[in-house]
Every structure is written in C-alpha cells, then in structure tokens.
C-alpha cells in the first residue's frame, strides 16, 4: 500500500505541475522597432556590406559609395526595410566623401542616439523603422537646418534604384 500511495503522491505531484508546464514563456523583450527581425535574419537578406554597416554599425569608406557624388531628384529610402528617409532636394556636397543631407524626410523618419564609441562624442542616426545603422549627424551643415547628417550610401537606396529590382 505504501507503494501505491508513494505513486499517488508522485502522480499528483506532476498533476499540479503539468498545467505551469505548458504555459506560454513572457514574451520576449519587444525592441524599440517596427520590425520584428533576428540578426540572423537580417544577415540572410542583407548583401554582407549591408549587414556589416546597418547591423553591425560599420562605416563605408569615403568617396567609394554610389551616392557620393549623386545629383538628382527623388526620395531615399533605407535598404534595410525600405521606409523613406531623406529627400534628394536636401542633398548637398559636404566635401565629406559621404552622401550628406541638411534634413530628415520627416521627424520621426530617422532617430538620434548618443555614440561614445571610437573616442568621439557622436549622434548616431538610424532608420526608425527598423533601427539600421545611417551614419552620424554634425552641427555643421548649411541653412536652414545647421545639420549635416552624414550617411553611409550602402545604408540608402534612391527610389528610382529600388524600381529596377
Ligand atoms: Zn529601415
């Protein structure tokens, strides 16, 4: 008998642990972006030169992005996840050897983050849509605005390059 209530004690034991057993884990941690996407993920759909600079917040060298030098009219987007980010209208030659622009698309299109790294107090700015690396803002650009965001090309795509694919 003693057995038996042993097995008992043990059946009902795991009776009342069985429920918790099942239960949904707490949801992950959401990131502070609207797209829900893995690192891994992005590697798989990114070129390894996107990855390397919109993930992994790397830096092109300068005067070798296809956009350096671009002048024309239209909308750039973010490779990333293709939100739009910066009107061509507001491109200018900073001499930098970047793309630069004076001026965001719209407020929001792109966020503005503290960066301490390499020894230099920088501001990151990234695509808010899903948090991709751009390159940095300075406060040295021309009127209206004093800004000059400083963008990788590889972290853009002008709309009409984005048509041909
Ligand atoms: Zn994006």
């Known amino acids: 008998m003693l057995a038996v209530e042993i097995i008992c004690a043990v059946v009902s034991c795991f009776a009342n642990i069985a429920p ?16 829900e996407k893995t690192e891994n993920d992005w590697q798989d759909e ?11 917040k790397g830096t092109e060298r300068p005067f070798t992005g296809a956009y350096n030098n671009f002048r024309g009219e ?5 490779s ?26 719209t407020p929001k299109a792109v966020s503005e983050h503290r960066d301490s790294n390499h020894g230099m107090e920088r501001t990151e700015v990234t695509c ?5 690396h751009l390159g940095h803002v300075f406060p040295d650009g021309p009127r209206p605005t004093g800004l000059r ?16 694919e």
């Open 20 to 35: 918790n057993v099942g239960r949904a884990r707490p949801a992950m941690e959401q990131l502070m972006t609207n797209v």
């Open 46 to 56: 990114l070129t390894p030169e996107q990855f390397y600079i919109l993930r992994q």
């Open 74 to 78: 239209g909308t750039f987007h973010c």
């Open 80 to 105: 990333g996840c293709g939100a739009r980010l910066f009107d061509a209208a507001t491109k200018f030659d900073s001499g930098s050897g970047w793309p630069s622009f004076f001026e965001k698309i």
């Open 128 to 132: 808010t849509k899903c948090g991709g």
């Open 149 to 164: 965001y400083c963008i990788n090309s590889i972290s853009i795509i002008h709309e009409d390059d984005m048509e041909q």
